[in-house]
């Protein structure tokens, strides 16, 4: 999520999830429900799922991606795993370690950082203050976007469901001995499955992409584990402390050299 590379643009180019447009919930849902495509059964469990997670003050979880992306005109899969820690309304951190680079974000409610260890490298800006308002300027400033971002928001249903053209239950899965209500959706180039955790904890579990309109049509595959919310957070947790012997550059070039990169794995 750090210094943003070539993968990491290329799976936000069609993503639906950080819409710029939010409406309200209720018209949202009311909306789909008019729509025969919509099945509100699979509206009301993404409604209780982003109610409970909007509901936790702080969380701390695990991200574990996988990317297909195509390079010399073949898709092969590369690997993250993030560890996050979020407190409401204005503090986020979150360390990667992948088999491109590995790298660090934070966010402090004034200032958001990306570190990459590897490259030695930092950069640091002034953000707006809220997580709601760092997901577009982060996007637009340095190219940096997850897939799961569009759960951090205070409203996570305004963002998951924006644009949706189709929804439907698909059943039940177990997943890592969670038994797991299944739901398929589809957007404008996307189309994708989440695994909602069933129960009075309904957290997602999994989460695919397949992105209908790139070459190829690469997937993305997203698992959450190691759920913790409402947890203390240690004090001083967002901010960033400069290791020695790291270089300063500005995001501007950070975004500049990763277009350059040509997105090998290093």
């Known amino acids: 999520m750090i210094l943003p590379t070539k993968i990491v643009i290329a799976v936000s180019v069609s993503v639906l999830l950080l819409s710029s447009v939010i409406v309200?919930?209720?018209?949202?849902?009311?909306?789909?429900?008019?729509?025969?495509?919509?099945?509100?059964?699979?509206?009301?469990l993404l409604e209780n799922m982003s109610a409970y997670l909007a509901d936790a003050k702080t969380m701390t979880f695990t991200a574990s991606t996988m990317v297909e992306t195509s390079v010399k005109?073949?898709?092969?899969?590369?690997?993250?795993?993030?560890?996050?820690?979020?407190?409401r309304p204005n503090g986020l951190k979150a360390i990667t370690k992948s088999?491109?680079?590995?790298?660090?974000?934070?966010?402090?409610?004034?200032n958001m950082t990306s570190y990459s260890p590897k490259d030695k490298m930092y950069a640091v800006t002034a953000t707006p203050a809220t997580l709601d308002e760092l997901f577009p300027f982060a996007m637009e400033k340095a190219?940096?976007?997850?897939?799961?971002?569009?759960?951090?928001?205070?409203?996570?249903?305004?963002y998951i469901t924006a644009d949706l053209t189709s929804a439907f239950t698909a059943g039940q899965s177990t997943i890592g001995g969670v038994l797991c209500d299944h739901l398929?959706?589809?957007?404008?180039g996307i189309e994708w499955q989440i695994w909602i955790a069933v129960g009075?904890?309904?957290?997602?579990?999994l989460m695919t992409m397949t992105y209908t309109t790139?070459?190829?049509?690469?997937?993305?595959?997203?698992?959450?584990?190691?759920?913790?919310?409402?947890?203390?957070?240690?004090?001083?947790?967002?901010?960033?402390?400069?290791?020695?012997?790291?270089?300063k550059i500005s995001y501007?070039?950070?975004?500049?050299?990763?277009?350059?990169?040509?997105?090998?794995?290093?």
């Open 214 to 247: 790139l070459p190829d049509k690469p997937r993305f595959i997203l698992q959450y584990s190691d759920w913790k919310l409402n947890v203390p957070i240690t004090k001083g947790a967002f901010a960033f402390k400069v290791p020695t012997g790291v270089m």
């Open 99 to 110: 088999d491109s680079k590995p790298n660090e974000f934070y966010f402090d409610g004034k």
């Open 24 to 44: 309200n919930a209720a018209e949202i849902a009311a909306e789909k429900v008019a729509n025969p495509a919509i099945e509100q059964k699979a509206l009301d």
């Open 143 to 158: 190219g940096i976007h997850t897939a799961f971002s569009d759960i951090l928001t205070s409203d996570p249903y305004a």
């Open 252 to 266: 501007q070039t950070a975004k500049a050299a990763v277009a350059d990169d040509g997105g090998a794995k290093k």
């Open 184 to 188: 398929a959706l589809k957007g404008d």
């Open 200 to 205: 009075n904890k309904p957290l997602p579990v």
């Open 73 to 87: 005109g073949q898709l092969l899969n590369f690997f993250s795993h993030t560890k996050v820690t979020l407190k």
